[in-house]
């Protein structure tokens, strides 16, 4: 074969290889359809004190507070929108009204409705810190948990609780009463319907529940009816993590706007997604780092009704408050 022939053969061939990777990244790269979200205000550093956390982990809004999950110090905290301290309650221990590392938050109704990662429940308090009740013991077996992440909550009460060591999500009746799961005990899985360790659960004002399939680096969906929807997160939404648009690094906490768009805390890549209800990007703000705007491993995240986003910065202790770019 004379060298000419040779290298245009090379040269067609590398044409190609540069097409085929072109085509997968338009694929399953998709570029930003609206502009990064903007830096507000940030509080919190280390410590015991008020307004201080230890690993925080969950956060919820409503009525103008924010709720943080201050997990090592077994409490929760509450703040204004501007990050002034208003009260706290709970402490470290196992019965009724204390914490042992409280971890993803709910509001509904006006109670507070909190996964518990080390006493395998969820507990119930009203707004003001006043104990109710607590669903759930430790167990595998219907209605019982290994150390649940996350909550949801409808409005006749029936909870959805990601299930974290037996993989599954599992629906219950607002005693604790036992309706239905998804995925397979102690199983783990990455095809459509089956976890890897579910980190935290939202539903969506039509009765959809979205899925933070946490080790699986991909949110999945499912309709009001429980029949599986939709996924996504990487190539084929298939456990491949990475940096890039729309691909996670572990997702530890799913959150929904009034308009329904899902905002995603991406752990390992300190960022926060914006997707559309159907999973289209939309856009990302935050990188690694201790400055303002900068995230240490974002682990939560919470959108108020006038956009406010609210996100817990888990390596820096600290809240940060975002808003839609003007």
């Known amino acids: 074969m004379k060298a000419k022939t040779v290298l245009k053969i ?191 659960v939202a539903l969506a004002r039509d009765g959809s529940l979205y899925v933070a399939d946490g080790y699986n680096d991909r949110i999945q969906v499912f309709g009001p009816e429980g029949g599986f929807r939709r996924k996504w997160g990487g190539p084929f939404a298939m456990n491949i993590f990475g940096p890039f648009n729309g691909w996670f690094a572990t997702v530890t906490r799913v959150s929904l706007d009034k308009l329904g768009n899902v905002f995603v805390a991406d752990f390992y890549n300190h960022r926060i997604q914006k997707f559309s209800a159907e999973g289209k990007f939309l856009t990302s703000f935050g990188e690694r780092g201790e400055g303002p705007g900068q995230f240490n491993y974002v682990i939560a995240v919470a959108v108020a009704e006038d956009g406010s986003v609210f996100a817990v910065d888990y390596g820096n202790n600290r809240i940060q408050k975002w808003r839609p770019a003007k």
């Open 10 to 200: 090379a040269r067609n061939l590398a044409i190609i290889a540069v097409t085929l990777v072109a085509g997968a990244w338009l694929a399953f790269v998709p570029s930003a359809k609206e502009s990064p979200y903007q830096f507000v205000t940030a509080w919190g550093e280390k410590g015991k004190g008020p307004g201080r956390f230890n690993d925080p982990i969950g956060i919820a809004v409503a009525d103008g507070e924010v709720f943080v999950s201050d997990s090592r110090n077994g409490r929760i905290q509450v703040f204004d929108f501007d990050g002034r301290f208003k009260r706290a309650f709970g402490a470290p221990g196992a019965e009724p009204g204390k914490l042992d590392r409280p971890m993803n938050l709910a509001i509904r109704g006006g109670e507070l409705y909190v996964a518990e990662y080390f006493n395998d429940r969820v507990q119930v308090f009203g707004l003001d810190g006043t104990p109710k009740r607590i669903v759930g013991k430790a167990g595998s077996g219907p209605g019982e948990f290994k150390a649940p992440g996350g909550v949801a909550v409808t409005a006749n009460g029936d909870l959805f609780v990601a299930d974290f060591y037996n993989h599954r999500v599992q629906q219950l009746k607002a005693d604790g009463r036992f309706v239905r799961q998804w995925g397979v005990t102690g199983e783990i899985g990455v095809r459509a319907g089956r976890f890897n360790y579910p980190t935290d």
